[in-house]
């Protein structure tokens, strides 16, 4: 059942938003609340960083209490789950669940996590931390919501090789196996290019769901073969019909112009890949005013092409969440350096964003945080 909210100062409605979610969680206690509360308000209203001696300048609570308490474990998948139940999730609307990853500028001998990463904004490889984040999209809404988030561990190969070694997309993988009992609803998975990779499609086939991704514009297919097999002819009948050649769209099935934006359009086909080794429904989705292409491909071979191109714009929901968590919520400015402090903090940031969407749905007339920034919060 969705909760509703009476009239309530900010303060009193973080409250009692926290009072609604720890209701439905076990084992944790009422200062977890009471200390939350304080938190999140403390996020959006205090000037400067969000680290441990600046919340302390603002707050009742010392540095102490905020250094001891970010080293605790807390269940923030529970958390997180629990609050888009109540206030997140469309009842009877489809689900998604989106992957991704964000670069995070850090520095110092002892951090933890420190590698090089790919950071889209430098365009480059970059010395620093990795978060990856998994959050749920309600497609009635077009919004997503943060679902866990787990950094990156140092030294894993961002390749793939056949020497069976531990690699990022293995970790990726394996933070997606841990919370799917959380994932019943979901079908479907939309990720980027990057998680375009047979393991990848392997671990969600055998989970029961599909994914959504990118692929090559030069990805090697197979036609299949849907002709008449000739008399006489020995051997088995022919599976494939020749490679796909993108310049030549005649085998193409068109689908039509995108809802959203008129001048894509869309062209669908089945086809095999090898690489992949299963069929997949792939969208070539042509921009008739620079007459350049992308492909995307789904392993639901049902899936009609427009809701492919739906869901997978869909995916830049996420993109939202680590603008918003890293100028409203302070997720580059943690103090700490060891991995517990480190997760608590990037998980707080991600969660706070939650927090936010609840108060923005609570009351219509925010249109923005950094309207609830400017007029609903004061500094404390």
Known sequence: MRCETPKLTTYEEYQWILASIFARMDGAGKWWQKFFAELFVLIFSIQGRVN???LARYSKFNECRFRRNFQKFFDWLEFN???FTLWGHTPGGELLAAVDCSFLPKAGKNTFGLDRFWSGVANATKRGLEISLLSLIDV????AWTLDVTQTPPGLSRKESKEGKYTR???YIEQILDCLPKLDKVRYFVADGFY???KMFNALHGAGKHLIT????DADL???FTGVREKGRRGRTPIYDGKVKYDDLSRWTEAGADEKYPYLQLYTQVLYSPKFERWLRVVLVLNTKTNQYILLACSDVELPAKLIVKYYQLRFQVEFLFRDAKQFAGLTHCQARDEAKLDFHFNMSLAAINIMQVHRKLDPSIKSIDFILKVNLQPI
């Not at 990118?214 to 514009?217: D, I, W």
Request: aromatic share 18%; no cysteine; charged share 25%.
């Open 222 to 224: 197979r036609y299949p």
């Open 169 to 171: 997309l293995d970790f």
């Open 52 to 54: 441990f001696e600046n």
């Open 140 to 143: 009635a809404s077009a919004t």
């Open 81 to 83: 789950y629990v609050l």
């Open 196 to 198: 375009a990779k047979t």
């Open 214 to 217: 990118k692929l090559r514009p």
